[in-house]
């Protein structure tokens, strides 16, 4: 007798949500979407230093692809997220965290995914984008 991970005649046990949504594929569309509506935004755009949004892309998808089940690369490259910390330089307040959600609706939204996957998605990113606000206003 094999694991609870054992594919047996084509159905996989204890998939992921990771593997459940298309894998590394589905989170780089993701966020591909998502920071194509960052660098038109006039608010969240001078959040990025760096001229290229690329290096910020895939550290959110890395995150993201961890998170949910997938390779644990970015720990592996940058060590425990501590998110609120790394987000401590940047001024985040109501109206940042709204056109945050507001990229983030489209590109889960472009997705397609399955109805339960989508809420299951987009329950978490609300709330991190609620836990990554530290300023009032």
Known sequence: MGGVNEIRRGTLQE???YEQVGGE???RRLVHRFYQGVA???LLRPMYPEEDLGPAEERLTLFLMQYWGGPTTYS???GHPRLRMR???FR???AAHD???KHMRVAVDELGLPEEHEQ????YLTYAAASMVNTPG
């Open 25 to 27: 594929e589905t989170f």
């Open 87 to 89: 987000h401590a330089p």
């Open 15 to 17: 998939q992921t949500f």
């Open 76 to 78: 592996e490259r940058r």
């Open 92 to 94: 985040v307040d109501q």
């Open 99 to 101: 056109a945050w959600l």
């Open 120 to 123: 299951t998605l987009w329950k």
């Open 40 to 42: 038109e935004d006039p």
